[in-house]
């Protein structure tokens, strides 16, 4: 066969999602509406108490209701793998539901109950009747709590010394910041179904990686891997918080023990003890520089919550490990145990509000010293990494900065504060640079040469909404010299095998670098010549020995953050006019995806700024408003003009040049939004949200 050649690559042109049309006319399905006749519906009941023991479960009368077909709980249902460790090697007893007593936090699973319809499961579900032996719990997060600790998992870092280059210098900003609790709440709340299919676990489910959960699933149930099946077509959202989370394991217990299909889809209320979220924090900053700006000395120490189950580190401090060049460091994510449910990955854990902190406290220090706060960066513009010591793979904040603030006129700024107004509004700008880490890990893919010219593609991928499936189209398209409309792209199956989950913005690279070396094996084979056969030509990759063998250095992505406030005198509410991010992150793939990717974490970042905070009560231990009506994230009406653009930056070590856009678009978003609010009144906001009752 003739391979057709395309003389336009398609990698950095926009195109529309291949399954959009699938999407808008609802033919697209999510876990939770996939049919199966016989399908049984599971209702979980969660704790009500914050710290306790379950004495008794009252399933008898809820037997009786009409539907009803099973109340599985800590005393019936089929017994897990104790030694279970998650794909990360840890033993993480959210996925170990039903296994005991023991109430670590509010909401908290107690029992699934299962009925023919999801309205005989909620009413039953609803009239279950748990007795708890309460015990004294604490969810209190505040600055400096007894037992607060570093974490192994998250050791300090230092150079120099801190404390004699802060007395030598002549400017010092030592300031501390507060974030609160914040969801990530995806749109399509976590839903799965599970059955067995002659001698196979089969779950569809909502995820973020179906291999992960696949393995995760069989070690919980003493599975054979190859005996489980999972499948996520399509995702509603995730960032960060579906992996194996307990309603796929109630699904299948529930399957198991019914030998039917049950289908378990969470509740908005339920994701928020559920799912994981970003733990508060509570930061203290310590800058010294020279009257010139140059900085000597940098100090970020952060806490944050976890549970008593589980260790989970919302990593602030290592945002600026990266960032400036320094005599003196010091760094440290502490965390303390308390009555809540595990936080967990929530977009660009660590450097959302790590950025906030250290990019509020670096536009303090450009006031003290006089300088633009863009000027300051840039005098402080590594050459190597500022601990590491190690060069960066490539480093271009300076074009970032340059281009930025050229498209949003920054230059002729009056750097004075409150002097701009117009009516009741005062108006300011600010600025907050922005960077992530640039990983890849190991994944496989088959790509199969069709008798029909066309091109089959399988990778375990998953498109959580951000495009992947188009991006990795276009990717194919162009490793295999053909059009994008010749490639058929399956993903989201764990039978195709190994890959990266859609995670720490390397999913995308990681699974395009395997369809990459897949396609290349592909058509040297077809170079070769000879008919395809029926069954195809498949080649298959691996780059796991690749992918390890790339040399340690500093790989990021950077960004430069601006936003344009005007805040209200009379009520206090700030309202952002326009924001711009320009970013420097590898090979772009879908210029009309990426943007999207970009403005939605700058709108994050917005929603961080002005917003979001879950409030928890004190004598319940649960949330306050655990749902969209209760906890306050950025509307429609609050996003304003918004703008994402980027610089040539292609990886070199990457085959496609892809870095990563899954998470910096938050990043440093919040700092820009409060350094303006500074910039608007003369008042600094060190404490997220910028409520209207603080800006008063
Ligand atoms: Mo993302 S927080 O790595 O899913």
Redesign the pocket.
Same mark, same amino acid.
């Given at each position: 066969m003739t391979t057709p050649t395309t003389a336009v690559a398609a990698v950095g042109t926009a195109h529309t999602r291949v399954e959009g049309v699938a999407k808008v006319t609802g033919a697209a399905r999510y876990a939770g509406e996939v049919p199966y006749p016989e399908l049984a519906h599971g209702w979980l009941v969660l704790s009500t108490v914050a710290r306790g023991r379950v004495r008794a479960v009252r399933s008898a009368p809820v037997l009786a209701m009409p539907g009803v077909l099973a109340v599985l709980h800590h005393e019936n249902a089929p017994r897990l793998n104790g030694g279970y460790t998650n794909a990360f090697g840890v033993p993480d007893p959210i996925a170990q539901i039903f296994q005991g007593d023991h109430v670590p936090y509010s909401g908290w699973p107690v029992a699934l109950v299962v009925a023919e319809t999801p309205e005989q499961a909620r009413e039953a579900a609803e009239a279950l009747v748990v007795e708890y032996d309460a015990e004294p719990h604490d969810v209190v997060f505040a600055a400096g709590l007894p037992g607060v600790y570093t974490p192994e998992s998250a050791p300090a870092e230092t150079k120099g010394d801190l404390e004699a280059e802060l007395a030598a210098s002549a400017v010092v900003v030592d300031a501390e910041y507060s974030t609160p609790e914040e969801h990530h709440s995806p749109m399509e709340p976590h839903a799965a179904v599970a059955r067995w299919d002659g001698g196979r676990l089969e779950v569809i489910d909502s995820n973020?990686g179906s291999r992960f959960v696949a393995d995760e699933l069989a070690k919980l149930f003493s599975l054979d891997p190859e005996s489980v099946r999972v499948r996520s077509e399509h995702v509603g959202g995730?960032?960060? !918080?579906?992996g194996t989370r307990p309603h796929s394991v109630a699904a299948a217990m529930a399957a198991t023990v019914l030998h039917r299909p049950v289908r378990v889809v969470m509740t908005r209320r339920q994701m928020f003890s559920l799912v994981g979220y970003r733990s508060p924090t509570a930061q203290r900053v310590r800058l010294g520089a020279d009257a010139d700006g140059r900085l000597r000395a940098v100090e970020h120490r952060a806490e944050s919550l976890t549970s008593t189950v589980h260790e989970f580190v919302e990593r602030c401090a290592e945002y600026g490990r990266t960032m400036y060049g320094c005599d003196a460091h010091h760094s440290v994510s502490r965390v303390v145990r308390l009555d809540v449910p595990t936080p967990s990955?929530?977009? $660009?854990?660590g450097e959302a509000p790590g950025s906030f902190a250290l990019e509020s406290a670096i536009d303090e220090l450009a006031e003290k010293c006089g300088l633009d706060p863009i000027e300051l960066r840039l005098r402080n513009e590594p050459d190597v990494g500022p601990l590491s010591g190690l060069p960066f793979s490539s480093r271009n904040l300076v074009g970032c900065f340059e281009e930025g603030a050229r498209r949003f006129g920054w230059a002729g700024r009056d750097p004075r504060p409150g002097v701009r107004r117009e009516g009741r509004w005062l108006l300011g700008t600010g600025t907050a640079a922005a960077t992530f880490p640039m990983l890849s890990a190991p994944s496989t893919a088959a790509v199969t040469a069709e008798p029909d010219g066309t091109f089959t593609v399988r990778i375990t991928a998953s498109d959580i909404g951000t495009g992947a499936r188009t991006a990795l189209t276009l990717v194919a398209a162009d490793a295999l010299e053909t059009e994008p409309e010749r490639i058929r792209m399956r993903i989201a199956d764990s039978d195709f095998g190994p890959a990266m989950? $859609?995670?720490? !913005?390397m999913g995308t690279r990681s699974w395009a670098w395997a369809i990459r070396v897949a396609a290349a094996e592909l058509r040297e084979r077809l170079v070769l010549g000879g008919a395809v056969p029926p069954e195809g030509i498949t080649a298959r990759s691996d780059t796991s020995q690749a992918v390890g063998a790339l040399p340690p250095m500093e790989r990021h992505t950077f960004g430069a953050q601006f936003a344009e406030v005007a805040v209200d005198v009379t009520s206090g509410e700030v309202r952002v006019r326009r924001m711009l991010g320009v970013f420097a992150a590898g090979r772009i793939v879908n210029p009309l995806t990426a943007r999207g990717q970009f403005v939605g974490g700058m709108v994050w970042g917005l929603s961080m700024a002005l917003h979001e905070e879950a409030v928890r009560d004190r004598a319940t231990g649960g949330h306050v408003g655990a749902d969209l009506a209760g906890y306050h994230f950025a509307a429609h009406a609050d996003v304003p003009h918004i703008e994402a653009d980027w610089v040539d930056d292609p990886d070199p070590d990457d085959p496609v040049g892809i870095k990563g856009i899954?998470?910096i678009g938050v990043v440093g978003a919040a700092a820009a939004i409060a350094n303006a609010v500074w910039h608007a009144t003369g008042v600094r906001h060190r404490n997220l949200p910028i409520r209207p009752d603080r800006v008063l």
């Open positions: 973020q995730g960032f960060g !918080s579906k990955w929530m977009r $660009a854990p989950i $859609a995670g720490g !913005s899954g998470e």
